[in-house]
């Protein structure tokens, strides 16, 4: 079993930055990949971006170049620095951990981009 919490959300200016973070506990030692994905009002949930145990990143087209993926090993954390928001990046962001057999889910952190 992984236990993922996630933070760092909240109401920013289109324009600025945020960075969430995911702290993961439990089996972590069985991961295989983490990642961010959000899911808008009336949306599905998306990809937003995913990290491998061998730290291979992966980001969806509507992120590259300004959202990073990044982990530390040491805090069993993973952070999505999010930088020249959008409105369109408006969702509640999930945290995720593939171990192979089970997808994890955290609790979601809303996120929401003011014009």
């Known amino acids: 079993q992984v236990q993922l919490v996630e933070s760092g959300g909240g109401l920013v200016q289109a324009g600025g930055s945020l960075r969430l973070s995911c702290a993961a506990s439990g089996s972590i030692f069985s991961i295989m990949e983490m990642g961010w994905y959000r899911q808008a009002p009336g949306k599905q949930r998306e990809s937003v971006a995913a990290i491998t145990s061998g730290d291979s990143t992966d980001y969806a087209d509507s992120v590259k170049g300004r959202f990073t993926i990044s982990r530390d090993n040491a805090k069993n954390t993973v952070y999505l620095q999010m930088n020249s928001l959008k409105p369109e990046d408006t969702a509640v962001y999930y945290c995720?951990?593939?171990?192979?057999?089970?997808?994890?889910w955290g609790q979601g952190t809303q996120v929401t981009v003011s014009s």
């Open positions: 995720s951990a593939d171990d192979g057999r089970y997808d994890y």
